[in-house]
């Protein structure tokens, strides 16, 4: 049996390779990937807007969402959720980074970790789930999904 020995990078060397990896901008969304993101931060400007029109204007009727909390599924039609939502109430805030877009035709899914603002503080966070439709040249949001927790880590 033969042992293979690889030799030790230097820490200088290491410690710059990292400095120039992690100083790399983050890719830009390209076209497809920003008019899918279109209506999900619509659906979020809606929100915070507590506008229930703004919020179903963004996705396609008789979609649902399922909210996960304490392992139990939480479901509810959009127009449940935007009814829920549009009524006066503390300001609320959504806000998505880092999302994984995929798109093949006219189906569309966006994976993104997300922090849930209520009067300027976090409330909860997770990841977002949404599939997206694209309907008479418009991307529609078809359903979503999200995990929800309180230990956000300090975001």
């Keep these: 049996m033969r042992i293979f020995r690889f030799p030790l990078v230097p820490p200088r060397v290491a410690g710059a390779v990292a400095a120039v990896l992690f100083a790399m901008p983050m890719r830009a969304a390209t076209v497809p990937e920003q008019d899918v993101l279109s209506p999900i931060t619509a659906f979020f400007a809606g929100m ?7 919020i179903t204007a963004q996705t396609l009727p008789g979609g649902a969402m ?10 509810m039609t959009f127009e449940e959720f935007a009814t829920r939502v549009g009524k006066p109430g503390k300001p609320i805030e959504e806000r998505i980074h880092d999302p994984l877009i995929r798109i093949d035709n006219d ?8 922090v849930f603002l209520a009067d300027g503080k976090v409330d909860h966070c997770g990841t977002d789930l949404f599939n997206l439709v694209r309907v008479d040249d418009k991307w529609l949001i078809a359903s979503i999904a999200d995990t929800g927790k309180k230990d956000c880590g300090g975001q």
Excluded: I, T
């Excluded at 399922?66 to 479901?75: I, S």
């Excluded at 189906?107 to 997300?114: D, M, N, R, S």
């Design 107 to 114: 189906l569309a899914v966006v994976w993104a970790p997300f």
């Design 48 to 54: 915070a807007k507590r506008d229930a029109q703004a």
């Design 66 to 75: 399922v909210l996960m909390r304490d392992g139990k599924p939480a479901k």
